[in-house]
Nanobody
Framework: QVQLVESEGGLVQAGGSLRLSCAAS????????MGWFRQAPGKERDFVAA????????AYLDSVKGRFTISRDNGKNTVSLQMNSLKPEDTAVYYC????????????????WGQGTQVTVSS
């Protein structure tokens, strides 16, 4: 079992940047692919980005490609999401999640979730 804790999100103006981090504990971090999801009010929780267990392979939602970068540090048991050129439509609660499988993009594949952190982008 793994416990996940996201860093605090925040309020940022459109065009700005924000970096989210997620700290894992309780199990061997490198056993898990890691993902970021987000949920806007009244909407489903959607896939944003994922990274493989060794950090070599990544996957992104089309609308964030070129703006967001997922990375991980297996020595520090952390996964991060660097978000640049933020848009108001990126406003959501962001969740990190762990998956024993390989780089999957569906939320049902993920076994463990953080508590979520609010990101608000003002226009």
């Amino acid at each position: 079992q793994v416990q996940l804790v996201e860093s605090e999100g925040g309020l940022v103006q459109a065009g700005g940047s924000l970096r989210l981090s997620c700290a894992a504990s309780g199990s061997t971090f490198s056993r898990y692919s890691m993902g970021w999801f987000r949920q806007a009010p009244g909407k489903e929780r959607d896939f944003v980005a994922a990274i493989s267990k060794n950090g070599i392979t990544t996957a992104y939602l089309d609308s964030v490609k070129g703006r967001f970068t997922i990375s991980r540090d297996n020595g520090k048991n952390t996964v991060s999401l660097q978000m640049n050129s933020l848009k108001p439509e990126d406003t959501a609660v962001y969740y990190c999640a762990a998956d024993v499988g390989s780089l999957r993009t569906v939320k049902l594949a993920y076994d463990y979730w953080g508590q979520g952190t609010q990101v608000t982008v003002s226009s």
